[in-house]
């Protein structure tokens, strides 16, 4: 999927003078998996607020909602799983 592309700070990526465009796969997975539920106006159930569900003992419902909202955004899901280290490991891909 191409897209306009945000910098490691989350703002516009310019290129030649121009919104930078690319690869955005992992872009829209890391937005919405930070972003909370409203932040999209125009999808407002989309979002998985995980700063605030990290705080949490429980990451079943992490994973529960990061699965479905990427569903949502049009992705394959395998299998979503933490690793022992905490990382969050995400198996699919969009469908094209």
């Not at 030649?16 to 159930?45: R, V």
């Not at 990061?66 to 990382?87: R, S």
Request: charged share 25%; net charge negative; glycine share 10%.
């Amino acid at each position: 999927m191409t897209d306009i592309l945000s910098n490691e700070n989350g703002s516009l990526a310019f290129k030649d003078g121009d919104f930078a465009t690319g690869f955005s796969e992992n872009q829209h997975q890391h937005d919405i998996l930070l972003a909370n539920k409203g932040e999209y106006k125009e999808f407002p159930e989309i979002g998985v607020g995980l700063i605030q569900m990290l705080q949490d003992d429980e990451y079943t419902d992490v994973l529960i909602e990061a699965k479905k909202n990427l569903q949502y955004d049009g992705m394959e899901i395998d299998n979503i799983t933490i690793d022992e280290y905490g990382k969050l490991n995400i198996y699919g891909k969009y469908s094209q």
